[in-house]
């Protein structure tokens, strides 16, 4: 089975940054995205950046480009390290933030796996 962990959430002022840290551990027949994913009191969860395992490429919500960064670390087998480097902070980005990992486990299907999710909160 497939564990996801996030970290790196807090309190921090507007204009500010913060990193988060997600880690995907478990044997897989593949992996192909991981990702990160907002919600905000009162919202439906959003896509904020994901990036394409094999080839590194990534995705961003337009309203996190030019601040925000995501990134992987695939040097270790059975566990899927992603950060996601936030800068620039704005109040409209506090939210629970989840990490999400589409990955084949026992077969080519893929399955999407969720972390609990960790608390962002910028103040202004």
């Known amino acids: 089975q497939v564990q996801v962990v996030e970290s790196g959430g807090g309190l921090v002022q507007a204009g500010g940054s913060l990193r988060l840290s997600c880690a995907a551990s478990?044997?897989?027949?593949?992996?192909?995205?991981m990702g990160w994913y907002r919600q905000a009191p009162g919202k439906e969860r959003e896509s904020v950046a994901y990036i394409v395992w094999s080839a590194g490429s990534t995705y961003y919500a337009d309203s996190v480009k030019g601040r925000f960064t995501i990134s992987r670390d695939n040097t270790k087998n059975t566990v899927y390290t992603v950060y996601l480097q936030m800068n620039s902070l704005k109040p409209e980005d506090t939210a629970i933030y989840y990490c999400k990992a589409m990955m084949g486990v026992d077969s080519p299907t893929p399955v999407d796996y969720w972390g609990q999710g960790t608390q962002v909160t910028v103040s202004s």
């Open positions: 478990g044997r897989t027949f593949r992996t192909y995205t």
